[in-house]
């Protein structure tokens, strides 16, 4: 290698060496600059998520604001149900940073105002920031039991007495004109607003008095919403014979785990229930001049405390018999168990078929309608209460007991409305909108 080489590459090599020194530098800035726009990355990510956060805590307390300031404002205003518009939120409110709002919504026929007896769903939103909480929890109407419960029959239309009759635990009532028929006898107490006395009453006489209110006609779409249909042309016979239907039982299609169950009869038709026992609330519709009759022995008694036994409907000319027997239900005499293990007959049960049971309709007997009339024949025994918008008449040798239970306890519907109450269990998060 010549002399000129060798001078060369001895001048190249400080250059080379310059250049690599060049990158690793420029490489240590980059790297530098990456890590410190990463610590800033990650900064205003943090930022933004304890942001976030406020926002949802702030919300969830607007939120939660909005409910108490709802219940305070429907407590103290008895005009609610027209003040506000359904399904339409009152004008919002600030709360430090954010905002809250309710409304109501009626989820039964979204008109606020048509009951009072409805309940309805509040609807609690709060805002702050970037965030939004939506919270809704169920209103339920409260107040004191119908004084009508008290009675073992109260009627609107008229009470007819004929042949012997009985009644203890409260009057036999109506604002409306009671009969005592010729040669007819109320071992009882008697409350009516007009009296026609040509037989005899044991008991004290009210007479003149105010009406006592009676249910709401609404209470029969409420529970009928609840209801398992049962259809009419599945029944054989038209007739319920020999059968149980409670909770877990229903020998007409699927069980309702409430116990309700809804039947449409007919225009001109009729249907029957004998030699069975029910433990369900059955609700009647009754088409134009149809029957419902219930013959002996049947034992009939409501699905859960807080629950009626019957409530019928008629759209004009209907009728409801109820009839009783000298005899009672008998397993034996039908071969059906009764009180299985899933329907015990007041908390007792077995798996054979030699029990027998009391021929009595117990809790509460609901008739909607001023044209539909009630009849309790001969042998008829009710413990619990009856209120109908119509006619009824007492045949001799029915008896009839008030229950201070369902007085004590009414069932849905039967109070007369005075406050609203939270139901607990129904909270739930909506949709934020």
């Not at 998520?49 to 969830?60: I, P, Q, V, Y």
């Not at 007085?407 to 109450?421: E, H, R, S």
Request: charged share 15%; net charge positive; with cysteine.
């Amino acid at each position: 290698m010549s002399p000129r080489t060798l001078k060369l590459k001895a001048a190249e090599r400080p250059a080379r060496e310059r250049g690599s020194a060049y990158i690793a530098v420029l490489g240590i800035s980059m790297l530098v600059t990456t890590v410190g726009l990463g610590a800033m990355l990650v900064v205003r990510s943090q930022r933004r998520s304890a942001d976030l956060r406020n926002d949802e805590a702030e919300s969830r307390a607007a939120a939660l604001a909005a409910a108490d300031i709802a219940a305070l404002a429907l407590a103290t205003d008895s005009g609610w149900r027209t003040r506000y518009t359904n399904d339409t939120y009152a004008a919002s409110r600030d709360l430090g940073r954010g905002k809250l709002a309710f409304k109501l919504v009626d989820e039964s026929d979204g008109n606020l105002g048509d009951d009072p007896l409805q309940s309805v769903r509040l609807y609690a939103s709060g805002k702050a920031g970037g965030a939004t909480r939506i919270s809704s929890v169920l209103l339920s109407p409260t107040g004191p039991a119908l004084d009508a419960l008290k009675a073992p029959v109260y009627s609107a239309g008229g009470v007819t007495v004929n042949g012997t009759v009985y009644a203890a635990g409260g009057p036999v009532g109506t604002s409306g004109t009671t009969t005592i028929s010729l040669g007819a006898t109320l071992n009882g107490d008697l409350e009516t607003k007009n009296l026609v006395k040509l037989g005899s009453i044991t008991g004290t006489s009210s007479v003149g008095g105010a009406a006592r209110p009676m249910p709401s006609a609404t209470v029969f779409e409420s529970y009928k919403a609840r209801a398992t249909a049962i259809t009419y042309s599945g029944i054989l016979s038209a007739t319920i014979s020999k059968k149980l239907l409670s909770p877990a039982s229903n020998p007409y299609g699927a069980v309702n785990s409430s116990g309700v169950y809804f039947i449409d009869v007919p225009a001109l038709s009729t249907l029957t229930i004998n030699q069975s026992r029910l433990s369900a609330t059955l609700v009647v519709n009754l088409g134009l001049s149809a029957t419902l009759t219930i013959n002996g022995p049947v034992a009939w008694d409501p699905p859960a405390d807080g629950m009626p036994s019957l409530i019928v409907k008629g759209v004009g000319l209907g009728t409801l018999n109820i009839n009783g027997s000298t005899a009672a239900l008998s397993e034996p005499g039908t071969g059906i168990n009764f009180n299985p293990a899933s329907t015990p007959y007041f908390g007792s049960s077995n798996a054979g078929t030699t029990d027998t049971f009391p021929g009595e309709v117990r809790g509460l007997i609901h008739i909607v309608g001023g044209s539909v009339g009630t009849t309790f024949g001969s042998n008829a025994i009710v413990r619990g209460c009856c209120l109908s918008d119509g006619s009824i008449t007492l045949s001799g040798g029915a008896m009839l007991f008030a229950d201070p239970a369902l007085f004590a306890n009414p069932p849905w519907g039967y109070i007369t409305p005075t406050g609203i109450a939270v139901q607990a269990a129904t909270w739930r998060r909506e949709q934020d909108n």
